[in-house]
């Protein structure tokens, strides 16, 4: 158990910083065209852009997280695939837990703190895009 803690421990810490240097490098990349925005004659079109760009980003932080919690169970010879360590980890990750592939029971707890740690990922970058979206409507009532 206490093996399931310390790597659990690392990879939330790891799939954590990942996330926050991704939103930090999109808030870069935000505040860079908001003058572009300011500028811009039609407003629908771009922000439609800027959402876009900040889903498609969300969703890269989210993929390279999930590889990285299937690198370890690939790692720990949990599975003989690495398409089944990766169809495991995305449906944990995103607390869905289909059920149809399983880990022997020394690492269960490790799959139990990955789908939390998820959960709060997921809601963080829900989170953001709000923010986001919201950012951009802003920029746009100040035209």
């Known amino acids: 158990m ?12 790891a799939t954590t910083g990942v996330h926050f240097a991704g939103l930090a490098l999109a808030l870069r990349m935000l505040d860079r065209r908001a003058a572009r925005i300011e ?3 039609r407003h629908t079109a771009l922000q439609f852009a800027m959402t876009g760009m900040t889903v498609l980003l969300l969703f890269a932080l989210h993929a390279i997280q999930i590889w990285m919690y299937a690198g370890v169970y690939y790692a720990l010879g ?7 360590a990766l169809y495991f980890s995305t449906s944990t990750f995103t607390t869905v837990g289909f059920g149809d592939v399983y880990l022997d029971e020394d690492w269960r707890l490790f799959s139990a703190i990955e789908s939390a740690n998820g959960f709060l990922l997921i809601g963080w970058s829900t989170a953001f895009l ?3 979206t919201q950012r951009i409507r802003v920029l ?3 035209i």
Request: charged share 20%.
């Open 39 to 41: 500028r811009a004659q």
């Open 130 to 132: 709000v923010s986001v």
């Open 140 to 142: 746009e009532t100040k």
């Open 2 to 13: 206490l093996e399931n803690l310390v790597l659990s421990t690392v990879m939330v810490i």
């Open 78 to 84: 949990e599975f003989a695939t690495w398409e089944a």
